[in-house]
């Protein structure tokens, strides 16, 4: 089974309105955390924002803010205010377990396209 | 703010050839990692480093590659003897360690085997 799923190959949003990219992922240990990365044409990873498996809140971190269900296992990440500059591709990852160092699973990705 | 760095940007390598990646991580980091991504793929996990030496590895670290720190700043991917399935990026990554902490990922390398 998958360790992360994004089922969203394609997503296009218009300037300024708000977007949500879907996440979910498959894991029995009870401590993980959840982190979601943008990738742009240039190809770099650039980190975005980290959710612990045992965190209250949803993390926020600037126009970006991470739905988490656990429950459903769900970690979507909520674009708000979309910006032309967030077109890219957005991954999402998990790493198990409590030790900080194990690696991380990623998802396939999803490409946003902001249209102006 | 302190990044990760990876020299060269690209590689473009014969068959068979050995290449090797440079990183530097972060200077206060104390993990570090090698993932590749294939054209239109995801990110894939290929080994982790700890304390000069492997912690963990994929099936796909076989025998052809390995990993070294040879000095206080460096990390190598070394591959021995390149084909063309190894055409891919190859991101360095470093992280403190702690759980709540990220891997920082650097630029990438773009291997390309001809």
């Known amino acids: 089974a998958q360790k992360i799923t994004q089922t969203q190959p394609g997503m296009f949003v218009q300037e300024k309105e708000a977007v949500t990219l879907d996440c979910t992922y498959d894991?029995?240990?009870?401590?993980?955390?959840l982190f979601w990365y943008k990738q742009p044409s240039s190809g770099e990873m650039i980190f975005l924002i980290y959710?612990?498996?045992?965190?209250?809140q949803n993390a926020t971190e600037g126009r970006y803010s991470l739905n988490f269900q656990k429950a459903r296992k769900s970690a979507n990440l909520v674009i708000s205010a979309s910006q032309l500059g967030d077109s890219a591709m957005y991954f999402c990852?998990?790493?198990?377990?409590?030790?900080?160092?194990?690696?991380?699973?990623f998802g396939s990705g999803t490409k946003l396209n902001v249209k102006p | 703010e302190p990044e990760v760095t990876q020299t060269p940007s690209h590689q473009v390598t014969q068959m068979g050839q050995e290449v090797i990646l440079r990183c530097v991580p972060i200077?206060?980091?104390?993990?570090f990692y090698w993932y590749r991504q294939i054209l239109g793929q995801k990110v894939e996990f290929l080994v982790s480093?700890?304390?000069?030496?492997?912690?963990?590895k994929s099936e796909i670290f076989d025998d052809q590659f390995s990993v070294e720190r040879p000095d206080g700043s460096n990390f190598t991917l070394k591959i021995r003897s390149t084909k063309l399935e190894d055409s891919a990026m190859y991101f360095c990554?470093?992280?403190?360690?702690?759980?709540?902490?990220?891997?920082?990922f650097g630029p990438g390398t773009r291997l390309t085997v001809l």
């Open positions: 480093f700890y304390n000069n030496e492997i912690s963990e």
């Open positions: 894991t029995s240990d009870p401590s993980y955390g």
């Open positions: 990852a998990m790493r198990e377990g409590q030790l900080g160092f194990n690696k991380f699973y």
């Open positions: 959710q612990g498996s045992y965190d209250q």
């Open positions: 990554a470093s992280s403190g360690g702690l759980p709540t902490d990220t891997q920082y």
């Open positions: 200077s206060n980091h104390l993990y």
